[in-house]
């Protein structure tokens, strides 16, 4: 079977979601890599050097330059006459893409797929995690995404594919790239976070979410995040959320700040290795899950943890 994976990128360097699509791709057989850009030199580059991947196909045109999923769609079908499947990692971006795909080639996505169990085989979370569904599938082209924390990254170094231009398939016409604001952060990001520090509606307004969050996070070299009800009311910016309809993460240390714990929050974060859960209701459901619970006041407890690191 082969494989052909979307590569996530910023114009210079392979998004780390990309490798965790190769890892779940190289379950399937031979592994193809797709960079389209402008002037992606150094990302073609930095493709052919992920372990285990055989070529990349290199679509550098201007119609790509903005990453706009109409004009990069057209391209994949085409490239997909000589695919069996194709995977990319489920972020906002491939989110995008990859059901424009599925309906050009006329078959089913098959979304987030935690394991690969056979060639037509994937297990999908549902129910918000609560339950795990076996699917399978009769397309003889497949496009499925992946959820990042279920797979082992493929190594970004250590491969040597053949590198082979495509030719672009041009622009669409029907969207137009107008402008992008890209939210500045020297913290890390938060799908690939070894420590997040997150907060909910518990800290009552965004003052007091960039007081007591923000310095806690810096202290631990962490990247923050936040429930949708403190996303909803204003205090954390949108791309901060966790959960459900957030962001799937999985770091080695996740510390909830007056979170709750309910069941949507938790399908974005219960597969963290250890949970930090500072609340001050000893029965919110989030210490179900917590290895390490502190009951109390927040509004005490953070200011004097971040003071004592
Ligand atoms: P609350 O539930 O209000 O909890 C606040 C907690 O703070 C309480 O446990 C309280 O005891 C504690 N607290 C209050 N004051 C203090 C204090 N001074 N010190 C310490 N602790 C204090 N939610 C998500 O997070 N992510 C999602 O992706 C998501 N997707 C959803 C999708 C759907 C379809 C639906 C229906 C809901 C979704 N939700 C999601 C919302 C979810 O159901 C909860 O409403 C939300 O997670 C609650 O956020 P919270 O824990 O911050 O607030």
Known sequence: MKTLVWVEHDGKTVKDATLAAVGAALKLGE????????????????????AGVGKVHVADDAAYAYQLAENIAPLVVRLMEEHDAFVAASTTTAKNLCPRVAAMLDVMQISDILSVEGEDVFTR??????????????????????????????????????????????DQGVATFVDAEIA???????????IIVSGGRALQNGDNFHALIEPLADKLGAAVGASRAAV??????????????????????????????????????????????????????????????????????????????
């Open 31 to 50: 592994v193809h890599l797709l960079v389209a850009g402008q002037g992606v030199d150094a990302v073609a580059q930095g493709a052919a050097r992920i």
């Open 125 to 170: 979370a549902i129910y918000a995690g609560n339950a795990i569904a076996t699917v399978r599938t009769s397309d003889a082209r497949k496009v499925i995404t992946v959820r990042g924390t279920a797979f082992e990254k493929a190594a970004a170094e250590g491969g040597s594919a053949t590198i082979e231009a495509v030719a672009a398939t041009g």
């Open 184 to 194: 500045q952060s020297a913290r890390p990001e938060l799908t690939s976070a070894k």
């Open 232 to 309: 909803d009311a204003g205090y954390a910016p949108n791309d901060y959320q966790v959960g459900q309809t957030g962001k799937i993460v999985a770091p080695e240390v996740y510390i909830a700040v007056g979170i709750s714990g309910a069941i949507q929050h938790l399908a974005g974060m219960k597969d963290s290795k250890t949970i930090v859960a500072i609340n001050k209701d000893e029965d919110a459901p989030i210490f179900q899950v917590a290895d390490i619970g502190l009951v109390g006041d927040l509004f005490k407890i953070v200011p004097e943890l971040t003071g004592k690191l």
